[in-house]
């Protein structure tokens, strides 16, 4: 529990805890007098908590926790709960000590967590048997690993040039999934090992209808609308996510699986295998329709190879996708692992937004002011809130904008300062998306600050009307 609470992460997973009740201010204690499995069981009684008046009976128990709590533990909580642990131990630096503790290679350990894709289980073998519990973690169907991960590179000549021979495939804007078949029974998992098998029987069945017995394949989860392009990706979320009458919800919007990857199939496993090999793999079992498209650049330094890279990129993302994935033929699958062998290339846009508000930071964020309200120019002068975002800020920007912004505050809340519109901010993002929760009805998808413009005022900050029209045309399919 130690190990995985310095990774940042709960055992529990998810407690139903959002940060409307995180943000309740609570006494602290005086003295410490927690234990870690008290915290334990704590947690746990918290995410056992269901039916009518479960948020007031789980609000009820992160008081009382956090009430036990010093407000030293109580910002360590509130962090570790909140999912925004910044303390500079997480997933890679406790891998490094549990191997240091226990004697065996860092390498051994990560591999054994990306196979049974849970750091505090590991953990557990490995404190309690040494090294020899490194062979209990072998891939196995039915049991999910930790998906491989793409770098980001500048454009696709960067790519090719740090690859080498590749594969160049379609980034598709969909819902990672991994499928594990054995015979007839299926499971399918998110990328974060959650099962929802339950709520995609499209999957299922086109998984079953392939040919052998076992496989585990591993791609994405999409809806095409009727002029062939994908769904907003919020759409196919929405699908994904529903829990309730999945027959409703799959004759609204039916998906299918577009598979880039096998990593076992009929006894074998093939993590070890190169880019090249597994996909003859995958091709051998699966049929055309279910695979992702792809262009294999032999020789990435000649002419040719690198005009059908970028042509075939352009038309990619003239279907409507976010780019294409790049990726080195001779590489493993590194499951669990952000690798270099992958690199993906997407469109990257940005906007010079006006600072509306900002939140104070927990963890080693604590007393900067960190979450940003961005907001685009309306025509009558108004600004209209698009969404936050605390990403890309680095230590200097944090220090100077807490300050600036402090200057500009119009009142204090308690969970930050609302400023007056002058402050404007370049933030890149990965497209648009429409959201409920913002005024204009659309948010920004992973939106970054990249620098304040002090040189420009909030007048030539850009307006909603360009941010609506980066939405994705709906255009016929070449």
Not at 297 to 318: K, V
């Amino acid at each position: 529990m130690v190990i995985t609470y310095l990774a940042g992460r709960l055992p529990q997973r998810r407690i139903g805890v959002g940060w409307s009740t995180l943000s309740e201010p609570v006494p602290a204690a005086e003295e410490p007098r927690l234990a870690v499995l008290e915290v334990h069981l704590a947690l746990g009684r918290i995410a056992s908590v269901v039916g009518q008046g479960a948020q007031h009976e789980r609000r009820r128990l992160v008081h009382e926790l956090l009430a036990a709590a010093t407000e030293e533990e109580q910002r360590f909580l509130v962090a570790l709960i909140a999912g925004e642990l910044r303390q500079g131990a997480l997933d890679a630096l406790a891998v490094e000590g549990l191997a240091a503790a226990v004697g065996v290679g860092a390498g051994d350990v990560r591999r054994a967590v990306m196979l049974r894709g849970s750091l505090g289980a590991v953990a557990e073998a490995l404190l309690a048997r040494g090294a020899e519990a490194l062979t209990d973690f072998r891939l196995e169907v039915g049991r999910p690993v930790l998906p491989m991960l793409a770098h980001t590179a500048r454009d696709v000549a960067e790519a090719l040039d740090r690859l080498g021979p590749c594969a160049v495939e379609e980034k598709l804007d969909g819902i990672r999934v991994q499928v594990h078949r054995d015979g007839d029974l299926v499971r399918v998992y998110t990328r974060s090992l959650d099962e929802i098998t339950d709520r995609l029987p499209e999957v299922v069945a086109e998984a079953r209808a392939l040919p052998g017995r076992q496989a585990v394949l591993d791609g994405e989860v999409i809806a095409l609308g009727e002029d062939g392009r994908p769904r907003a990706f919020q759409e196919t979320a929405g699908r994904v996510g529903s829990r309730l009458d999945v027959a409703s919800a799959q004759a609204a919007l039916p998906v299918f699986p577009v598979f880039f990857d096998l990593l076992y199939v009929d006894g074998r496993d093939l993590l070890e295998l190169s880019t090249a090999d597994r996909h003859a793999e995958l091709a051998a079992l699966v049929p055309v329709p279910l695979r992702v498209r792809r262009i294999v650049a032999e020789d990435p330094g000649s002419p040719a190879d690198r005009a059908a890279a970028e042509e075939f990129t352009e038309a990619t993302l003239a279907r409507g996708h976010e780019g294409v994935v790049l990726k080195a033929l001779d590489a493993p699958y590194s499951a669990g692992r952000r690798g270099a062998s992958w690199l993906k290339v997407k469109p990257v846009h940005t906007l010079d937004l006006v600072v509306l508000a900002a939140e104070w930071g927990h963890g080693r964020r604590t007393g900067k002011l960190s979450n940003l309200h961005l907001g685009a120019r309306r025509r009558n002068g108004t600004f209209a809130m698009l969404g936050k975002t605390f990403k890309g800020l680095t230590d200097a920007m944090l220090e100077w904008q807490t300050e600036r912004l402090q200057e500009l505050t119009v009142h204090d809340e308690r969970w930050g300062v609302v400023v007056r519109p002058e402050l404007v901010v370049e933030v890149a993002f990965d497209g648009v998306q429409r959201s409920p929760r913002y005024p204009e009805g659309v948010t920004l998808r992973f939106a970054r600050v990249l620098r304040y413009r002090e040189d420009k005022t909030p007048d030539q900050a850009d307006t909603v009307e360009t941010v609506l029209g980066l939405r994705a045309p709906a255009a016929p399919a070449p």
